[in-house]
């Protein structure tokens, strides 16, 4: 018997125990961040649950105020029965409270990659179900012209710091880097450190350092700025060098890898990035124009550890109906609707490549199911005041030329304010 049916059995089976318990209207409320396109693709994904169980799913569209409002309602003893984690680490403040559901004999997660249940568990209990992931340890690259130079792809720091030197030798420049975003500024900098933080320190360390149980003056985080450093601060590594890191529209930027000669060869972002090179560039074609490679190993008993953010939904009420659609949303049915509506990637390893429309989509697919350990993007899970304020400015005081210590110095204390 296939894993879908499996399912399917299962989750009619809730259903069943829903009638048997006498509950006369069926319904389950779900509290979402998610509006526009992404609320319509959940409620896409939604419809053929709601036909086939009978269970009217209420989804509530909160914004970005979901966050104060999860806290507010729990508060007044009013939670939705599910809702769409902000972020692991508000996830994990719920479950020490004791308000999430534990899923463990409730929710199959054997379709899931353990690194996606390790970020959704907390002390051996998975309280949450990624539905879908955006991969950001990806480096995009044009194949034609890596090829027309003899270029090979790097799968280690010292080959990428050799090929960056050996394209500089040619005339050419390695990097294409943008980190203009309006008031978001930096982010795209902070991605780097990031993906950096988990080659070098490892991904015990980078939990650490997001939870600020380690300073921000740590030798270990500033080794990470400093890799960082190896590419923004080396002569003739930035197209534009240091200005044009700065005020360069970052869905702009890697428009350089597709002039004639380029003047880039290497853009390092996450899978949205095609969106934009798809749009300003329309008649590339995607694995034959532009192509994408992993985020090299620095120190190897690390490996290549992935980056990114993810959709993930936790219970607060344990209903019959509750389990049934988070048994459903686990599923390779509800992910493939829900990903083919985003070109998100899914988390359920037996997802159809099909639904991909493109090979880098379904090569990252490919590599998400595969990992062995993926962690948050952590600025994401810092409060605020860092993560989206200190820790982005930091890096483009660092890129302008500021003193790596001046700038960590500023985080920290920042740090000790906010946490």
């Not at 004791?98 to 970020?119: M, T």
Request: hydrophobic share 45%.
């Amino acid at each position: 018997m296939s894993k879908r049916v499996v399912t399917f059995l299962l989750v009619v089976s809730l259903i069943s125990v829903v009638g048997l318990l006498g509950v006369s209207q069926q319904k389950v409320t779900v509290a979402v961040l998610w509006s526009g396109a992404e609320l319509e693709a959940f409620e896409k994904a939604l419809a053929p649950f709601e036909q086939d169980t009978g269970i009217d799913v209420v989804v509530e569209s909160v914004g970005r105020d979901l966050p104060a409002v999860l806290v507010t309602r729990l508060a007044a003893g009013n939670p939705p029965d599910m809702a769409g984690m902000p972020n692991p680490g508000q996830m994990k403040e719920f479950a020490d409270q004791g308000a999430l559901v534990a899923l463990n004999g409730i929710v199959d997660l054997s379709e899931s990659p353990k690194a996606f249940v390790d970020l959704a568990s907390v002390d051996g209990k998975a309280y949450g179900v990624f539905i879908s992931a955006d991969l950001k340890s990806l480096v995009w690259y044009n194949p034609k012209a890596f090829a027309a130079r003899g270029y090979e792809v790097p799968t280690s720091w010292p080959a990428l710091i050799d090929l960056c030197n050996k394209i500089v030798a040619d005339g050419g420049t390695p990097w294409a880097l943008g980190m203009e975003s309006g008031a978001a500024s930096g982010w795209v900098g902070t991605d780097w450190i990031e993906d950096i933080m988990l080659r070098t320190a490892g991904p015990d360390v980078y939990d650490k350092w997001v939870a600020h149980e380690i300073s921000w003056t740590d030798p270990r985080v500033k080794k990470a700025f400093e890799y960082f450093g190896q590419i923004v601060n080396a002569p003739g590594y930035i197209y534009g060098g240091a200005t044009g890191a700065l005020t360069i529209f970052f869905g702009d930027s890697p428009n350089a890898l597709f002039t004639n000669p380029p003047e880039a060869y290497m853009h390092r972002q996450a899978t949205f990035i095609q969106s934009f090179i798809k749009d300003a560039n329309p008649g590339l074609v995607a694995g034959e124009d532009y192509d994408v490679f992993p985020f090299p190993a620095i120190s190897p008993i690390f490996g290549n550890p992935l980056l990114g953010a993810g959709d993930l939904v936790s219970a607060f009420n344990d209903t019959p109906e509750t389990r049934a659609l988070l048994t459903y949303l686990a599923s390779a049915k509800a992910q493939e609707i829900w990903c083919a509506a985003l070109g998100k990637l899914a988390i359920n390893t037996t997802v159809d490549p099909s639904i991909y429309p493109d090979p880098i989509s379904a090569k990252a697919a490919e590599m998400l199911a595969n990992a062995e350990t993926f962690r948050f993007d952590g600025s994401d899970l810092m409060p605020a005041a860092v993560g989206a304020g200190t820790f982005w400015t930091g890096v483009l005081d660092y890129v302008s030329g500021i003193p790596l210590e001046t700038v960590l110095e500023s985080i920290e204390a920042s740090a000790l304010d906010a946490y």
